[in-house]
């Protein structure tokens, strides 16, 4: 489902196209034999070359389109980044989560509302230099549990310090934001995350927002509906949004870190409740994803 094409929202910010498409159902394209960009992630078949070959995009018909047929490489890739996460309830890995749903969401509306080339075929990659090189933003979900190595935190380092960037998201209160603190520390021993406050660029990039907001699970923001509750109230301490950034040598942003919020759910579920779209994916977790896309680009 798709509640965006009769938005106005969607058609303010400076680099926005004027026309929306038509609903996502109706966008699919056969790109037959045309030229696709390189994929450069994970090759022992976790996930496939194409999402839309995995778990929900095998039964949901996402929009693809075709690149450059002269440079198919010179686009913008979605990239998320697979590491030693732990596990949802004892199901699947937490790095997976949202998976592909959020990715090929973002993706098409990043292709559909502004002027960057966006590759329609995310990439999931490992922390492997020769992975991580292609792709100068990569995603990290759901790090409250994660596990790394000295080798794999020496390896985020060099590429955060060689230009990379990487979005980290949806990790909830004390507990989590512990368990990350730990591996941030084991890749910046001598840095520490600062907050951004609202005033900060990144929150008006393209769009201009008026809070630093926090984004809930769709299932939580039902139940917390008409008490207004928008945290993850079994986890202590996720009661306010943080929006944290690691600086490089040149005072670069290489790291956004959104903590006690979950962007990424707001790109997953725009389909699956009208108002939870108009509250959260339409508002705040397309437009913030858009700016930080924007601001890092340009930065």
């Not at 732990?86 to 098409?108: A, C, E, H, V």
């Not at 989590?176 to 890749?187: S, V």
Request: glycine share 8%; proline share 7%; with cysteine.
């Amino acid at each position: 489902m798709n509640f965006a094409a009769s938005s106005p929202f969607f058609r303010r910010g400076a680099l926005l196209m004027l026309a929306l498409a038509a609903p996502l159902f109706l966008l699919s394209q056969d790109s037959g034999n045309a030229v696709k960009p390189t994929w450069f992630g994970i090759d022992d078949g976790e996930v496939p070359n194409d999402p839309r070959d995995w778990g929900r995009g095998q039964h949901y018909d996402f929009p693809t389109w075709e690149v450059s047929q002269e440079l198919p490489n010179d686009v913008f890739t979605f990239a998320r980044l697979r590491y030693n996460s732990g596990t949802w309830m004892g199901q699947r890995s937490k790095w997976l989560i949202d998976y592909p749903d959020s990715d090929l969401n973002f993706s098409y509306r990043l292709q559909q509302l502004t002027s960057l080339e966006i590759n329609p075929f995310a990439a999931v990659v490992d922390i492997d230099p020769e992975q991580m090189r292609h792709y100068p933003f990569i995603y990290m979900i759901e790090p409250g549990d994660i596990w790394i190595t000295d080798e794999q935190a020496a390896i985020i380092r060099d590429y955060l310090l060689n230009g990379g960037f990487i979005m980290v998201d949806d990790f909830w209160g004390i507990y989590e934001w512990n368990g990350f603190y730990r591996a941030l520390k084991q890749i910046f021993p001598d840095r520490e995350p600062i907050d951004l406050e609202l005033d900060h660029p990144i929150f008006h990039a393209v769009f201009d927002l008026d809070l630093k907001p926090q984004i809930p699970a769709v299932g939580m923001a039902l139940m917390g509906k008409e008490q207004g509750i928008t945290y993850e109230w079994n986890k202590p301490g996720s009661e306010t949004p943080h929006y944290r950034a690691v600086y490089d040598d040149n005072g670069r942003i290489c790291m956004i870190i959104c903590w006690n919020t979950d962007l990424g759910d707001g790109w997953e579920e725009e389909g699956t409740d009208p108002w939870f779209f108009k509250e959260f994916s339409e508002k705040y977790a397309y437009p913030l994803g858009i700016n930080i896309i924007f601001y890092v680009m340009t930065h």
